[in-house]
């Protein structure tokens, strides 16, 4: 039931850009994204519904494929800020919430 | 505002003992769950309530069991601890379904049984 997510991890340096995918095998109605940063709680960033929506957060944006039921994340110009686990959160049916298994997002200077 | 409160934040347990891990929240939220997150494996749903004296499994449910006796709080019992069991446990609550309302997590518990 867990949403897949690519890559596993990441490592960028600042000012680069970087793109994670989550897919699932089951017909989505959303797509949730968020940052956990180490020894913390995970942290909303978006939503993204039905309609093949882009949303955008600072310099962090995403995209939702109904069809093929895929969401990306998109980090522009990266910050240190930006270190951390980044899950994908998707409910299909019978208001079961699902995360993948969390893409590791390093920004080194 | 408090959001959602886990206690307690650290538990060590023997084999066979049993514990339970207490989630508050006092946003009024419909929606609980518990989530457990092992390195590797992401956020596992192991019970979930869509209100108040309703609970239901996720993915992960064998070995806990959970209580939804008033709103705003949601229990996660095990009733006889093992080292599989050993992980960091989240809770989390949502104003309505998923589809557009966002989780809002505590703190966690990191459990570890020996």
């Known amino acids: 039931q867990q949403p897949v997510q690519s890559p596993q991890a990441v490592i960028l340096r600042e000012g680069e850009d970087a793109v994670i995918n989550c897919s699932s095998s089951?017909?989505?109605?959303?797509v949730h994204w968020y940052r956990q940063k180490h020894g913390e709680a995970p942290v909303f960033l978006m939503i993204l519904l039905k309609g093949g929506e882009q949303k955008g957060h600072d310099k962090i944006s995403a995209s939702f494929n109904e069809k093929k039921q895929q969401s990306s994340l998109y980090l522009t110009a990266s910050q240190l800020s930006y270190s951390g686990t980044y899950f994908c959160?998707?409910?299909?049916?019978?208001?079961?919430?699902?995360f993948g298994t969390g893409t590791s997002l390093t920004v080194i200077p | 505002n408090a959001g959602v409160t886990q206690t307690p934040k650290f538990r060590v347990l023997k084999t066979g003992q049993s514990m339970t891990l207490l989630c508050a929240q006092d946003m009024n939220h419909e929606y609980m769950y518990w989530y457990r997150q092992d390195p590797g494996m992401g956020l596992r749903l192991i019970h979930y309530?869509?209100?108040?004296?309703?609970?239901a499994k996720g993915e992960v449910p064998d070995g806990y069991n959970v209580s939804r006796l008033k709103k705003q709080n949601f229990l996660l019992g095990l009733e006889s601890a093992a080292p599989s069991q050993t992980s960091v446990y989240f809770c989390?609550?949502?104003?309505?379904?998923?589809?557009?309302?966002?989780?809002?997590f505590g703190n966690g518990t990191r459990l570890t049984v020996t």
């Open positions: 989390a609550s949502s104003y309505w379904e998923g589809v557009n309302s966002p989780l809002h």
């Open positions: 089951k017909a989505l109605y959303s």
């Open positions: 309530s869509v209100g108040e004296g309703t609970t």
């Open positions: 959160g998707t409910e299909s049916t019978g208001n079961q919430f699902y």
